[in-house]
């Protein structure tokens, strides 16, 4: 129990860890935006209509639409309570996330590994920012690992009802993010193995526990489907399940580009490519996913891992408990394959693993990088010419300066050249009017200034299309970038447009601060040349 209390602690840290970071958090995350959207769709339009118009997986935006109400009550409406509300959901989600970890841990090793699982996953600087931003991730992994654990739990007492929960679980994990969905394919897979080793084949076809967590999951992803129109509209499931792109929309109105810009050859993509060589085939992608998943464990805590996965044996023994959590490492080693499968499959087709793609392997490691610390720290103590109490006290301290380090490091200042979008959002809110719109290309500053009537990076053709269009957002660094995008957004603010107010931001000796043109649409783009 006393274990159990310690916990509390942890999630009490965490929690602070998390409000902490929310306060200095400026403006969300670019992908956020998009859920932010979706979640005032929610609030004003039909839930049915809001799933088939987005293209993210509805249950986070849906909980942020929710949680707006009760933030904006405290705080006032307005775009900060949507990022605070989205910012909650995620720190919530992180927080529901350490119980099925402790569980997972406990079930293997004892409590005490089990707490300082939950203790090293709070510390990861890169989990804990992913924890409280804008994005579905928290959400995604809190299901995945409940999940996993409900599915260990059916494993262990051959029970159909823990498969249920498991099954619905994961299909409402995988509402919030495609790849929870390899969650209950992992507690499958593992349930059908045990079947197989301990009943023989005949059993796959008349246990109830295989049969329970199909068709809830299949309850799950079917309505979403049916609501949808489609099992997923995320590229990477489709091409993953031979899908195919999705349906090509056709317009019934068609959008070019303004007469004169049509044969200009401009460059208008969302983004600035990354300029990394795409990843060439399952070698590239297991590389890359290695060295992510080192970096996120900070490199300490991998070795770890590596150490409290190679002595298990000996720290269940030295735990007094042989052997012990087989159906929980069942799952997790199942879980593993099948999500490393999983994202070598999405990197081989689509040439790119992002960080957030290692985080599930980040969380699942920390189990046995907690073992792997608790048993070096056994076996270390005696071996130094110091008293027991003083060990524990140089544990403490150790601990203390480990936390206070990476708490700060979480809590540094980041993404800083974002402040020049949030100063750009906040001069627009005062000077632009009901009827000017505004074309921002990161999305921010329109944000900020609480316009939804405007453009976003993947609207530029419709926005210069547009007679009321008077103001373009830029990043300084998009203007520099040397790209075609650079040159085409250059020559077009040259043609018709006059700088309004520049707000300079310098990171590292360098002017990576935004800009704000006034935009004067030329009553024809005739003789323009980028």
């Not at 790849?179 to 593992?190: F, K, M, N």
Request: hydrophobic share 50%; net charge positive.
């Amino acid at each position: 129990m006393s274990h159990r209390r310690w916990l509390l602690g942890v999630a009490a840290f965490a929690a602070i860890l998390h409000v902490a970071g929310i306060a200095r958090t400026l403006v969300p995350a670019q992908d956020g935006l998009k859920f932010l959207a979706a979640a005032r769709r929610f609030q004003s339009e039909p839930w049915v209509d809001v799933i088939r118009g987005t293209d993210q997986h509805p249950l986070y935006a849906a909980l942020v639409a929710v949680a707006e109400p009760i933030v904006a009550a405290v705080m006032g409406p307005g775009p900060d309570a949507w990022r605070v509300a989205a910012q909650g959901v995620s720190a919530i989600a992180s927080l529901l996330l350490l119980l099925p970890l402790f569980a997972l841990a406990r079930a293997i090793f004892d409590e005490r590994i089990a707490l300082v699982a939950a203790f090293v996953y709070v510390l990861l600087p890169v989990p804990a920012e992913v924890g409280r931003d804008t994005l579905a991730n928290a959400v995604g992994m809190a299901g995945m690992f409940t999940c996993l654990w409900l599915g260990a739990r059916a494993i262990e007492r051959d029970c159909w009802r823990f498969a249920t929960a498991a099954g619905l679980v994961g299909g409402l994990a995988y509402t919030a993010r495609p790849e929870a969905i390899l969650a209950p394919a992992a507690v499958g897979l593992a349930c059908g193995w045990d079947l197989l080793r301990t009943h023989g084949v005949r059993s796959l076809a008349t246990a109830p526990a295989p049969a329970a967590l199909g068709m809830a999951l299949l309850a799950c992803v079917g309505s979403y489907a049916l609501a949808k129109g489609q099992v997923s509209e995320k590229l990477a499931i489709r091409h993953a399940a031979g899908l195919g792109s999705q349906i090509k929309v056709l317009r019934s109105v068609p959008q070019p580009l303004p007469k004169g810009l049509e044969w200009a050859g401009l460059d208008l993509s969302p983004k600035e490519e990354s300029g990394g060589e795409p990843l060439r085939g399952p070698a590239d992608v297991l590389l890359q996913l290695g060295r992510r998943w080192w970096d996120e464990m900070c490199w300490g805590f991998a070795i770890m891992a590596g150490w409290g996965l190679v002595r298990r044996r000996f720290i269940q023994a030295s735990c007094g408990r042989p052997d012990a959590g087989r159906a929980e490492r069942l799952v997790l080693a199942a879980f593993v394959a099948t999500y490393v499968g999983g994202v070598v499959l999405h990197g081989s087709k689509l040439g790119y693993v992002s960080g957030r793609h290692a985080l599930p392997l980040v969380a699942a490691s920390t189990i046995f990088a907690a073992a792997g610390i608790v048993i070096c720290l056994r076996r270390l103590g005696p071996r130094l010419p110091i008293s027991p109490a003083v060990w524990r006290g140089a544990i403490v301290a150790g601990t203390v300066i480990v936390a206070a380090g990476l708490g700060w490091y979480q809590l540094r200042t980041g993404h800083e050249s974002r402040r020049g979008h949030w100063l750009a959002g906040r001069w627009l809110a005062e000077v632009a009017g009901p009827g000017e719109r505004i074309l921002d290309t990161r999305g921010w500053a329109r944000f900020v200034a609480g316009r939804g009537d405007g453009y976003d990076p993947w609207h530029v053709r419709q926005a210069l299309s547009d007679r009321g269009l008077a103001y373009v957002v830029v990043g300084r660094d998009e203007l520099e970038a040397g790209s075609r995008r650079a040159e085409s957004l250059n020559a077009l603010l040259a043609f018709a447009a006059t700088p309004a107010r520049d707000f300079p931001v310098m990171v590292d000796g360098r002017d990576v601060g935004t800009r704000v043109f006034r935009m004067n649409q030329p009553i024809s783009w005739e003789g323009f040349r980028p």
